[in-house]
């Protein structure tokens, strides 16, 4: 029997499982119908019902809703009157306004379908949500829709910053994140398997990403002390989360070369820590020029190792969403920076890396589009956890 | 494969010389030769042949003179055969079953050969010594017709031009000589894996090849002056153009003006600097024209790919360090130049800390990584001066980060990481300089000596001083040229703690400045007589470079080597050494 647990092969510590096999397609595990299944064809059909579909959706399809999400922030960003006026904001502005609050719809709508089908999921498959939310991998994205709201609340175009609803949002969708992270956190020192030099991989930085936006919408509202509190979580575990995933121990290879897309989320944390002391501190002071430089160089580090990437890129899959944000988050930065120093130099940067982001965006909605059977899921790849636990158990 | 590794331990040399000259290893032992030759006449096969020689092998063991015959399945010119000095006849036969085996490997066939009777005799006096048993004292009498082509896997094409050269010249026995040196060239194209180098060397700078481990190189001979020159000569250019800017700092600073330092100092080191990174730039430049192997298996050293960032840095230094008289105000364009080779350089080896396979930071970690830190501090403050805005930051931003990275991981020590040394050596004081050319860098930036700088100043002087109070433990290691490289940041330091001087004025900070300028004087000037000194009268300034001549692949008969290479015949020592070899 070959247990199919898709790619979380080599040193997943959680899964006591002997045999392993390579899929041929993974994702955060999904695999195709070549690969051998012998186990229960209720949790796993090659043809698959509707209603098994629905549920084989896991955390990481939320790259998608933090694309948009972010895509609407940045369009918003470009279209303030504080941006130079450079080609760019000219041409920005020239698109009607309500393109952008399409743009803010979908986004929204994405969201809230992504959101609807993890709950049926939660309700029907509870027992992979769990096993999901163990996974070093996997419960990193369960931040994922928190932070998709979070950055849909700063991109609203109906609600002012300093209105009441504004401020219940934020509280309503910051309690989760500080929920996750007193978990995740607490997991990383206290707990024996899932210690971090254990279970450091590029999507831990995802909730790191969580605090720093938190912060900023606190900071946008108002808040100091709350958006400071979040920051300095955040920053905290960055700093431990960083030098822990240069090092690079042996325990923490565990990211398999489908998920390799989510390198770029180096580039996305000390962005969005720029950000986010950029609105507290009201300035874009030393600080966040230093942290926007340290994104610019890892960007152009991984940029230019193209080899890395090389196996992920051979077929389309939900994990090409993850270049997406992390493109944004810094042409966001990249603007706010250009906001700051005025300039030709930081105006050219804004205006490349915001295209950059814009095609790439734009690129993937285009894939999902034609390939839709990819992108769908095929199986559930935390279901056979649950299985091998009662069968180890 | 045992291809591989017979092909590793036996670079070819080609002489012209009789076997009579090459004591103990053709002439000695005729009958065993004999033997050889009439085993290896019956089956011509390769295996027959290496169990020949492996039998011959043991009965030599007693205490005669070592001769090791192992062929390598490449080079048509290049095996072993105690060819013992005898009739032609005899001679006929060797070079029958020499050329049998070549056709072997050739055409995988029996065929007995056509016999170029030249080509025979050319053969059989060519053999070679494979590997350096310290048992054998043996003198290679090399024609002085014959270019020696030992060190031929090492040259770039220039190699092969001088080849063409000699050909020209009427030295005989080219067209093997030129094959084997390709398929040598061919084998060593890529260099050795990260891995290879913590197996076969060890020591603080990962520069002694370990017992067990053989050379491809020649370890009795004085090999060419440029493969012995080190990309850590430019250490000397650091030591010497930090001094540079430091009496440059004593001559302008008006806290330290009762010492009343003519500029003259600064001018004198500043004018020596340059000249010394002409010419230390000049001389590894043709290292890289004419020996580019040597050069990539640098490069791929652990250690001394950190140096590849000193040339730099030096730049950086002599820019800074300037004399007013010179050049009051440098152009940025000057800072765009130096900076933009750091940064690719920096984009490689930053990149592999985080994505690399083989070379991630928590094995490859070392003292030295800390001298890619510094050029990004230096660089920050060399644009600051100049007045560049937004360069300065980025680099000191890069700079923090990985500094953070690379500072914890070297206090971790971890048990994965091996080339942190057990005791301490003069690349510890490598810890100083980071800290204290970033808060000169941070001061710069800010405009003043804030806090942040302060922070990192006292960060330096804290390092200093752990290692000053224990300069008894830095005895006993020998001196090389990288003490240079190590010797700067007490340069460094200094220097930082005039700026401070300049910041907080009181006795006690200009009698700390005063004496640290002294210690660092003193140093340097000691250092510079411990080099003329080992130049000039001891002449081991430019030892031979193991670490560059380290195999590819572990050699299989390290059991072998491990008993050839302990000095003493003693049985304990060999089985010791053998089980060893057999552990690694």
């Known amino acids: 029997m070959a247990p199919n647990h898709g790619p979380f092969t080599k040193t997943n510590h959680q899964i006591p499982i002997s045999t392993r096999h390579q899929p041929t397609i993974s994702t955060t595990g999904v695999s195709t119908g070549t690969s051998t299944r012998t186990r229960d064809s209720n949790i796993v059909s090659a043809s698959g019902t509707d209603l098994s579909i629905l549920t084989q959706f896991h955390a990481g399809y939320f790259r998608i809703s933090l694309a948009l999400c972010s895509q609407a922030l940045l369009w918003k960003t470009l279209a303030e009157p504080t941006t130079d006026a450079h080609a760019l904001s000219g041409i920005v502005r020239t698109i009607p306004s309500f393109a952008f609050i399409l743009l803010w719809l979908i986004a929204l709508l994405t969201l809230l379908l992504l959101c609807s089908l993890y709950m049926i999921r939660c309700f029907l498959r509870f027992r992979n949500v769990r096993a999901e939310l163990a996974h070093h991998v996997g419960m990193n994205y369960l931040f994922a829709p928190w932070i998709s709201f979070l950055l849909l609340l700063q991109s609203t175009p109906f609600l002012r910053p300093s209105s009441q609803l504004y401020r219940v949002l934020w509280c309503a969708f910051s ?21 971090l030099s254990m279970v450091a991989n590029p999507t831990s930085q995802i909730t790191v990403i969580g605090n720093l936006v938190g912060a900023r919408a606190a900071a946008k509202m108002g808040w100091r002390e709350s958006a400071v509190c979040m920051f300095s979580l955040g920053i905290t575990h960055y700093l431990v989360l960083f030098v822990t995933l240069y090092q690079r121990f042996l325990g923490s290879d565990s990211l398999p070369a489908m998920l390799r897309p989510v390198f770029f989320l180096f580039i996305a944390a000390p962005s969005m820590a720029s950000l986010a002391w950029d609105s507290i501190s009201s300035s874009f002071d030393i600080s966040c020029k230093m942290l926007f430089f340290l994104s610019l160089f890892l960007f152009v580090s991984l940029v230019t190792r193209p080899a890395l990437f090389k196996r992920s890129m051979r077929r389309f899959s939900i994990a090409w969403w993850a270049y997406s944000f992390p493109l944004t988050v810094l042409a966001l930065a990249a603007t706010a920076y250009a906001q700051d120093v005025k300039g030709v130099m930081p105006n050219v940067l804004m205006l490349v890396l915001s295209v950059l982001s814009v095609v790439v965006t734009i690129a993937l909605m285009v894939f999902t589009a034609f390939k839709t059977h990819d ?5 559930d790849p935390f279901a056979c956890y649950s299985i091998v636990r009662h069968i180890s158990t | 494969m045992e291809k591989n590794e017979l092909q590793v331990e036996t670079p070819s040399v080609l002489k012209q010389s009789s076997c009579q000259n090459i004591r103990g290893f053709d002439c000695v032992d005729c009958e065993n030769g004999n033997d050889h030759s009439r085993l290896g006449n019956a089956t011509s096969d390769k295996e027959s042949k ?3 020689v492996a039998s011959s092998e043991n009965t030599k063991l007693d205490g005669q003179d070592i001769v090791i015959s192992i062929p390598p399945m490449t080079s048509l010119s290049a095996f072993s055969l105690s060819l013992p000095s005898s009739p032609s006849g005899l001679h006929i036969g060797q070079t029958k079953l020499v050329v049998q085996q070549e056709k072997c490997r050739n055409t995988n066939q029996n065929n007995p050969a056509n016999l170029n009777p030249q080509v025979a005799r050319q053969k059989q006096f060519r053999s070679q010594p494979i590997l350096v048993a310290e048992g054998t004292k043996r003198k290679l009498v090399r024609s002085e017709t014959m270019r020696d082509s030992r060190f031929d896997p090492f040259k770039t094409w220039l190699g092969k031009l001088e080849r063409q050269i000699s050909n020209l010249r009427g030295m005989p026995t080219e067209e093997e000589d030129l094959e084997a040196g390709e398929t040598k060239r061919h084998e060593t194209e890529e260099a050795p894996g990260v891995d ?31 493969l012995r020159f080190p990309v850590n000569a430019f250490g000397m250019c650091l030591g010497v153009s930090s001094q540079a800017i430091l009496w440059k700092t004593l001559d302008t600073s008006p806290v330290m003006s009762f010492l009343h330092i003519s500029p003259m100092p600064n001018l004198i080191l500043w004018w020596a600097s340059l000249v010394l990174m ?24 652990p250690v001394r790919a950190n140096f590849f960032f000193a040339p730099w840095i030096a730049c950086l230094f002599l820019s800074l360090g300037v004399p007013p008289s010179i050049a009051a105000n440098l152009q940025p364009i000057i800072w765009y130049i130096l900076m933009a080779p750091l940064f690719l350089f920096e984009l490689k080896i930053y990149g592999q800390w985080m994505s690399g396979g083989q070379r991630r930071l ?19 403050l ?17 700079g923090l980060a990985h500094y953070m990275v690379l500072f914890v991981t070297l206090y971790q020590r971890l048990p994965t990481n091996a080339t942190l040394p057990k005791e301490l050596h003069p ?9 204290s050319v970033a808060c000169m860098a941070w001061a710069k930036i800010q405009g003043d000596f804030d806090h942040g700088a302060k922070i990192l100043y006292f960060i330096a002087l804290f390092l200093y001083m752990s290692l000053a109070v224990r300069v008894n433990f830095f005895r006993g290691f020998r001196f090389s040229l990288s003490w240079w490289a190590y010797t700067f940041p007490m340069t460094g330091a200094s220097i930082a703690t005039i700026k401070y001087t300049m910041a907080v004025t009181n006795i006690f900070t200009r009698s700390l400045s005063l004496c640290l300028c002294a210690i660092s004087t003193l140093t340097i000037s000691t250092l510079l007589v411990y080099t003329i000194i080992h130049a000039f009268v001891l002449r081991d300034l430019f030892p031979n470079d193991i670490s560059i001549a380290i195999t590819k692949k572990k050699p299989k008969f390290s059991k072998m080597l491990a008993h050839f290479r302990s000095s003493s015949s003693d049985r304990k020592d060999i089985d010791s050494s053998i089980s060893k070899g057999l552990e690694i």
């Open chain 1, 375 to 379: 992108i769908l899921p095929h199986d």
């Open chain 2, 427 to 435: 690349v510890f004081f490598l810890f100083v300089a980071p800290p």
């Open chain 2, 50 to 52: 290496k169990e020949s």
């Open chain 2, 362 to 380: 928590s094995k490859v970690a070392n003292p030295s990584n800390q001298l890619s830190i510094i050029g990004n501090f230096i660089g920050a």
């Open chain 2, 382 to 398: 060399l644009g600051a001066n100049m007045g560049l805005k937004e360069g300065p930051i980025f680099f000191f931003a890069v």
């Open chain 2, 196 to 226: 290879r180098y913590f197996d076969a060397l060890e020591g603080p700078e990962l520069d002694t090849l370990r017992a067990t481990e053989v050379s491809v190189l020649p370890e009795d001979e004085k090999w060419p002056f440029l």
């Open chain 2, 278 to 301: 002409v010419f230390v730039s000049f001389l590894y430049l043709l290292k890289i024209v004419f020996y580019f192997e040597a050069v990539k298996r640098e490069y791929h050293h």
């Open chain 1, 175 to 195: 309690v989760p994140i500080i929920a996750l992270d007193v978990k995740i956190y607490g997991h990383w020192f206290t707990q024996g398997k899932k210690f």
